[in-house]
């Protein structure tokens, strides 16, 4: 079973720095997902990476396949990035199976 | 995209009652997912549901406790049976899976056991 772990578990910033959040899994993967979740439970996909790099807007999540860890960078944050970001990861083979999850991490951005 | 919706919303439930949360997508989707996530915790997966299957359920989760239905493929339910004060969650229901899906959340419902 794959063992998610992010860091860090609560960061608080000012608004416009740059922040970054980690996740490392311990088995090779298909895909990893970062989601965002906002007070009140709603889930929303980011990303989905299998490699490299993605970037929508100020954000960017960046994957190492060979080194199990992937990073999601926020540019120029503001306190509306206010919420959990929840690092997932579906195992190699694990097409019909869900997700692993990590601890999320709780960000605070204050104006 | 798939839009997902789930009712109820939230419910209060006695001890030892069962209550019925219903998923319903906008769209055929062969993999739906059940999670369920304790308070300050992360989400954990229950089951997973395909159509015209046997659910296939995680450790530590078994069927006469989340008896899960999927009469097609728009459509799930799941139930939380002889509640506990540990049962109190939010649920949420899941779609996309395969290494090129993006993953679809429903809102979840919040289940408070008294």
């Known amino acids: 079973k794959n063992e998610v772990e992010q860091s860090p578990q609560n960061l608080t910033a000012q608004e416009g720095e740059f922040i970054t959040i980690n996740c490392s899994y311990s088995v090779g993967i298909s895909a990893l997902h970062w989601l965002q979740q906002h007070p009140g439970g709603g889930i929303v996909s980011l990303f989905m990476l299998s490699s490299g790099k993605k970037k929508h807007g100020r954000l960017i999540a960046t994957i190492n396949i060979q080194e199990k860890h992937s990073s999601l960078h926020i540019t120029a944050s503001h306190p509306r990035d206010s919420a959990v970001y929840i690092c997932a990861v579906r195992s190699e083979g694990g097409g019909a199976d869900g997700l692993t999850f990590g601890k999320g991490t709780h960000l605070i951005i204050q104006p | 995209s798939a839009v997902i919706s789930q009712k109820p919303s939230r419910d209060i439930c006695q001890r030892g009652t069962s209550l019925t949360i219903q998923c319903q997508v906008d769209s055929q989707v062969t993999m739906m997912f059940w999670y369920r996530q304790q308070p300050g915790q992360s989400l954990t997966l229950i089951a997973t549901?395909?159509?015209?299957?046997?659910?296939?359920?995680e450790s530590g989760f078994v069927i006469d406790k989340f008896p899960i239905s999927r009469p097609n493929l728009t459509f799930s339910t799941l139930t939380v049976s002889n509640m506990s004060p540990e049962d109190s969650s939010i649920y949420l229901c899941s779609v996309g899976g395969g290494s090129t899906d993006t993953q679809y959340f429903g809102p979840g419902t919040r289940l408070t056991v008294l």
């Open positions: 549901a395909n159509q015209g299957s046997e659910a296939t359920y």
